[in-house]
């Protein structure tokens, strides 16, 4: 199974930007999906971005980070990114990576899952 680690997050200032990492390890199958999902003190786990691997690279947002985020991959590291722009209070969260053969918008469908990194957003 693949094992991921995902880095990137810390303290920034509203209007900032941040770009999180997810490195996985093992063998990704192409045609796999990898998301980001994000978790806010007291709310459930949402959808943020996918994407998918291989030739075509499908790409996935929801409306919460449309327009100023983007997701992204290093084939060669096998890592998958997230940019973030114009970070305000609402995308404090610990941001979580996942993989699957599925494209899904809805967290509980997924289950090979990183530990995840915090992000704060705080003047």
């Known amino acids: 199974q693949v094992q991921l680690a995902e880095s990137g997050g810390g303290l920034v200032q509203p209007g900032d930007s941040l770009r999180l990492a997810c490195v996985a390890s093992?063998?990704?199958?192409?045609?796999?999906?990898f998301i980001w999902s994000r978790q806010a003190p007291g709310k459930e786990l949402e959808f943020v971005a996918g994407?998918?691997?291989?030739?075509?690279?499908?790409?996935y947002y929801a409306n919460a980070v449309k327009g100023r985020s983007t997701i992204s991959r290093d084939d060669a590291k096998n890592t998958v990114f997230l940019q973030m722009n114009d970070l305000s209070r609402k995308d404090t969260a610990v941001y979580f990576c996942?993989?699957?053969?599925?494209?899904?918008?809805?967290?509980?469908?997924?289950?090979?899952w990183g530990k995840g990194t915090l992000v704060t957003v705080s003047s």
């Open positions: 093992g063998r990704i199958i192409e045609g796999d999906y």
């Open positions: 996942a993989v699957g053969a599925h494209m899904s918008t809805f967290p509980e469908n997924w289950h090979n």
């Open positions: 994407i998918r691997w291989g030739s075509t690279g499908t790409t």
